[in-house]
């Protein structure tokens, strides 16, 4: 008979949402005190102080929910270690908006610590050219970090519109949360379950929802890190190796939109002579936005792409489609994802012949 979760896993499940949201709403309390609020001004569109600690209201209800089941949050000392290095660091960050270096090196010693304290490594990226997989040996701790930073800098640098981080987020976590399951991974997909139940709070939130035209909290860096953190670690889990549940392209598609989004931003910077970390307004998120859809269609359409864009990779996978011809695919994808950012006007006049704007905005990015 094949493993599947206990009533108490259940239970904990359905009770996620409740409490995530919860908790953050006690937390918005003593926020302002804190620091960690986020004010207009600046490079900012959002008019009114906003409270930064959705991101820690989540990895509270996830540790302790785990905990009230009688089990080691994640299964691992050493991810938790390395989240609260990365959670220091975000709440520092929310509070008093490091330097992107301070930022940088936090993160890579919280990848580091992952490395050292566990076997979570990246230690294959498959037959990416058809020659044969590629194992990384001594480079896998090396691509670990890389990959780990990667991925957090990806959703924390999407983290622009009410809702759209926790949404295209959720997406990648469903589907992982899913293959591990089928795989019998039973107890990685009730920890990405949970982390789906608690993102799911955190938008009850985080979302605009009828009679209501803005976000209540913001995730902060630290919720974007914590998410990206976790994501990772299951990204590696699951298709870390050539011989993993999934083939690591496969991972990389999964997780396309944050990827696609960082890598095409950081790279037209870069041809722009700017800093790759310059903040800006040429994120796909914006070129539509300034195509005349509202905050919750651009949240739509990019979480819809996220859940579209995975389900082909597993899609492509199960039907065994060559390592070398997903790659290559996603080569092309990226370049697309980068003239669309390049030429916007030519992006938002395609956009608008699939998609049609159906509201006027009222705010946009933050």
Known sequence: MTETFSSDQVLALLLAPLVSAGLIRLLMIPAPGWGLIDNPGHRKVHQHPTPLVGGLGMLLTLILAQILLGRMPFESLSLLVALAIITGI?????????????????????????????????TGLGDLFGFGSIELGKWAILVTVIAVVGVMN????????DGLAASVSLMPVLVFAALAYAAGQVASAFELALLAAVIVGFLLLNLRLPGRARAKV??????????????????????????????????????????????????????????????????????????????????????ALSLILGAFGVFADHQRVPEAV??????????????????????????????????????SAR
């Open 218 to 303: 913001f995730m902060g860096d630290t919720g974007g890190m914590i998410i990206g953190m976790l994501v990772a670690w299951y990204a590696i889990k699951l298709g870390g190796s050539s011989s993993a549940t999934v083939k690591p392209i496969t991972a990389v598609w999964i997780l396309a939109v944050p990827l696609l989004d960082m890598g095409g931003v950081m790279l037209v910077r870069l041809m722009q002579r700017k800093s790759p970390f310059h903040a800006d307004q040429q994120h796909m998120h914006h070129v539509l936005l300034h195509a005349g859809y509202s905050v919750n269609q651009v949240v739509g359409i990019m979480s």
């Open 90 to 122: 975000g709440v520092a960050d929310d509070a008093h908006e490091l330097s992107h270096r301070a930022k940088f090196v936090a993160q890579a010693l919280g990848a580091g610590v992952i490395v050292s304290g566990t076997s979570v490594w990246v």
């Open 326 to 363: 997903m790659f290559l695919a996603f080569l092309v994808l990226w370049a697309a994802y980068v003239l669309a950012l390049k030429h916007p006007a030519v992006m938002q006049g395609i956009a608008r012949k699939i998609v049609s704007p159906y509201a006027q905005r009222v705010g």
């Open 154 to 161: 990806a959703i924390n640098m999407i983290d622009g519109l």
